[in-house]
Structures are given as C-alpha cells and as structure tokens.
C-alpha cells in the first residue's frame, strides 16, 4: 500500500489496515490521520469490501495523539484549524470498522477504538484516557464515547485519574465486546469482519446506521428510525433472496440490490 504510517491489506472482503510507528508506540499525527481518511474512503467506496478491522501491533494499538506534534501549539492555532475535527470524518464510514485491540489504547489511541463499531480486545490490552496527566483532556470524543460506553463512574474516574482498564475490566463495563487472546485478536477480528462481510451489504449499512441512532436519538425516534429502514429493507432485492434462501435451506446470494 502506499501510505505513510499505515498498512493497508485486503483479505477477500475484508481490509485491514495496521497503524505502523512502531517508534512512537502508533501515536495518532496528521499524517496517520490523512492516512486513515484515505483508507477508509477506498474501503467505502470499494464495492468488495465488506468490513475493516484496524489495529496496531502487539505493545499498543496507539499510545495517543502525538504529544510531540501538539506540544508547541497555542489555542489560536487549535481553533483556528480546529484540530482533530478531521477525526469526525472517520467516524461517517458507512461499513462497519472492528478495532482490534492489543496492548496500550490510550487517550486518542482510546477514542480511535471507541470511534470504531466494536472494540475485540486482547488479553493484554490497556485503556485509559490519561490526558489529564498532561494538564489537558480528551479531543477526539473521549469524554462522551466512553461516558456513553461505561457510564458516568467509571469515565469520570478514568478521566478524572488517567487510570488503566485492563481488558477484563473493559469487557465487563461494556467497551470491549469480547477478548481473546493476545496473538489471536487480530485473526479473530479479521474472521468476525469476515463474517459481517458475509452478510447482505444495504442490510449491514442499515444495522450499523440504527445501532448509532440509539446514540442520538429518543428512544421514540430511535425506534421509528428503526422501522423506517427495517421498511426500506423490503424493497431490496437481497431481502427476497434470504427469505427465500431461508425457506429453501440453502445460503444466500447476494447482489447488494
Ligand atoms: C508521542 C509517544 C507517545 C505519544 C509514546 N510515545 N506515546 N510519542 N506521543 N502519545 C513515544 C515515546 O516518546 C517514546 O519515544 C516511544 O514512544 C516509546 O515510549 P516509552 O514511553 O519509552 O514506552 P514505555 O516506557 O513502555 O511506556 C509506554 C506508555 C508511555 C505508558 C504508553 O509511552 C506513555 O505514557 N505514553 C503517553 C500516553 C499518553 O499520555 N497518551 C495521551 C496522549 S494525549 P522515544 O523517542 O523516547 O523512544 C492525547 C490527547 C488527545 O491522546 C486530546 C488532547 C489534546
């Protein structure tokens, strides 16, 4: 692949792309940034992509924002480029992103994870979101997404502290969806991404645009969102096929109509 600071691999219908700076324990620059924006926008408009994983190495999946890149800079220049709002656009994927999780997601490196569909973690994986420790505190959602992921106790006290979650602790409090091991996480992501991949495209958009509603929305509106696009699914030609590939026992094809 040609970026920078990431690598990009397709395997079938599943792109993983791995942070790669090693020296810097995958802290997240404007290079990585640019980097991921231009992945995730292939991977979007690539029609034999089905599901991302991203990951990091085995030590960290990223220990951060890159705190030698913010050092020097003032708030004018943080306002006036509005940093880190590029991170916003990672987030408008429309295919779902498994963030594969070994060793330290930690501030940015955190909110990268928590900005992905679902979080597998690693037996040895540590989150934490210590910018306070640096006089600061999160920037790139932080403060909301592990606030809407493990409540107010546990974010507060995270924040508040800069303390660690190991991974039990991660999966117990709802941010990891499962863990397993270290030298596994990221074959196991790329089987689950597999899976997803596996499943009709228009309904694998609309299950991760109604999960995410839940995040914005009343329930009540939430819940007609729901029924709107579960609605809209009947007009596909992919909704035919599984209910009939159901009925007559045998897999699915489809067409992505
Ligand atoms: C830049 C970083 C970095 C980071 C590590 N490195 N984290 N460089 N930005 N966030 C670099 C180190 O400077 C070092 O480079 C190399 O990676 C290896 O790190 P070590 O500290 O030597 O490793 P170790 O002793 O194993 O400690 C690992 C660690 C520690 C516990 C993860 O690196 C650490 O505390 N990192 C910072 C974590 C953090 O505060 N993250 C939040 C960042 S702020 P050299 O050149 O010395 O070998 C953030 C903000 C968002 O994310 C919003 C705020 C505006």
Redesign the pocket.
């Known amino acids: 692949s040609s970026y920078e600071t990431i690598l990009v691999e397709r395997r079938e219908a599943v792109t993983l792309v791995t942070l790669n700076r090693p020296?810097?324990?995958n802290?997240?620059n404007s290079q990585v940034l640019d980097d991921l924006l231009a992945a995730m926008a292939a991977f979007d408009a690539d029609a034999t992509q089905g599901c991302a994983v991203v990951t990091g190495s085995e030590?960290?999946f990223a220990?951060?924002?890159?705190?030698?890149?913010?050092q020097s800079q003032g708030f004018a220049d943080?306002y006036a480029h509005d940093?880190?709002a590029g991170w916003d656009r990672f987030t408008r994927t429309r295919k779902p992103i498994i963030a594969a999780v070994s060793g330290?997601a930690?501030?940015?490196?955190c909110?990268l994870a928590m900005m992905c569909d679902f979080i597998l973690a690693a037996d040895n994986a540590k989150f934490?979101?210590?910018?306070i420790?640096?006089a600061?505190?999160?920037?790139?959602g932080?403060s909301q997404r592990l606030t809407r992921a493990v409540g107010k106790a546990k974010a507060m006290e995270m924040c508040l502290t800069?303390r660690m979650m190991d991974a039990a602790e991660a999966e117990r409090a709802g941010l990891a969806s499962r863990v397993v091991q270290a030298a596994e996480v990221v074959e196991e992501a790329v089987k689950t991404a597999a899976t997803i991949a596996g499943m009709a495209p228009l309904a694998v958009l609309a299950n991760k645009e109604m999960v995410n509603a839940a995040f914005e929305t009343s329930l009540s509106a939430g819940v007609q969102f729901e029924r709107r696009l579960f609605h809209g699914l009947f007009g596909t030609a992919d909704q035919k096929e599984g209910m009939a590939a159901f009925v007559e026992k045998r897999p699915g094809a489809w067409t992505g109509k």
Do not use: H
Request: aromatic content about 8%; hydrophobic content about 45%; glycine content about 22%.
């Open positions: 020296q810097a324990l802290a997240l030590r960290a220990a951060g924002a890159d705190i030698k890149e913010m943080m940093f880190f330290y930690l501030g940015g490196g909110e934490g979101q210590p910018e420790k640096l600061v505190s999160p920037g790139m932080g800069g």
